[in-house]
């Protein structure tokens, strides 16, 4: 891989905002070679074919990536290091919102993806991380993660419960402020990011759920897309206290 170029690992890249993500860098610069995370591999060449037809200027690929499987994350990281020998950022990006009954159940499952699956990918991808000259590692979080918004009855979100996904990111900020403390002795920049309130699959009911977010005014993941793009530039607010 040309040393100049800057690899760019995405999971949960082929949908919604990751989606968004890997299309804005792909279409945006040639010095990009986005790496398609997805958990169904037919998904993720379906998400490069499609960026493909829309002729981007940088370079895509696609690799199988469930982030709550640990086998899949060892043959994702050996896949990276034979094809590229390292990453310069990595956008943890893949999320869920659970729909079990019982909130343990809830609970399993959205620390599984939101928060377990975040940790364990970037410590298998941290030695190739380190082997960037400019390391970058994005969370995509929720300012549902923020307890002081929780603790806030003017808060526009006071009344919606979602203890699970919002206990979920909660964790995941502490993760990045333990990795900002940790990885960021080693040269690593590290933010979490809300993308705010867009139109995506994560309610996980398909159209019907799209379009209750379009009602209730949600925006596009266009939008949280250049967000993504704007704070590693450090044009946004590049604070890594952003969803605390
Ligand atoms: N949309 C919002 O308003 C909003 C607001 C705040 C934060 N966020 C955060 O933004 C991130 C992206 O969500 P989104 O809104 O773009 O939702 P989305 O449209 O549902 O996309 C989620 C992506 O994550 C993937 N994914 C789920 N579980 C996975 C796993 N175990 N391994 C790998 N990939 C997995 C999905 O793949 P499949 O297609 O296979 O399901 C999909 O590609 C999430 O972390 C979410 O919490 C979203």
Request: net charge positive; glycine share 10%; aromatic share 6%.
């Amino acid at each position: 891989m040309d040393s100049n170029k800057t690899v760019v690992l995405i999971t949960g890249a082929n949908g919604g905002i990751g989606y968004e993500t890997a299309l804005l860098l792909a279409t945006s610069a040639t010095s990009f070679h986005v790496i398609v995370g997805a958990r169904s591999a037919e998904k993720g060449e379906k998400a490069v074919s499609d960026i493909k037809s829309q002729s981007p200027k940088g370079t895509l690929s696609h690799v199988q990536l469930d982030v709550t499987d640990s086998n899949s994350i060892k043959n994702a990281v050996s896949t990276v290091e034979k094809d590229f020998g390292r990453i310069d950022v990595l956008i943890n990006n893949a999320g869920i919102i659970s729909h079990a009954t019982a909130l343990i159940d809830q609970l399993r499952e959205t620390f599984e993806t939101n928060t377990f699956g975040p940790a364990i990918v970037t410590e298998a991808f941290t030695p190739l991380l380190l082997k960037s000259k400019s390391p970058k590692l994005i969370y995509v979080s929720s300012n549902l993660g923020s307890i002081t918004w929780r603790s806030d009855p003017t808060n526009p979100y006071y009344a919606l419960p979602a203890p699970a996904y919002r206990m979920s990111k909660a964790a995941l900020n502490m993760l990045l402020a333990c990795d900002y403390a940790t990885l960021g002795s080693k040269g690593v920049k590290a933010w979490a990011y809300c993308p705010g309130y867009v139109v995506t699959n994560l309610s996980g009911t398909g159209e019907k759920g799209r379009q209750e977010r379009v009602e209730r005014g949600a925006g596009s993941a266009v939008d949280s897309a250049k967000g993504i793009l704007a704070i590693w530039r450090e044009k946004g607010c590049g604070c890594w206290k952003v969803c605390l």
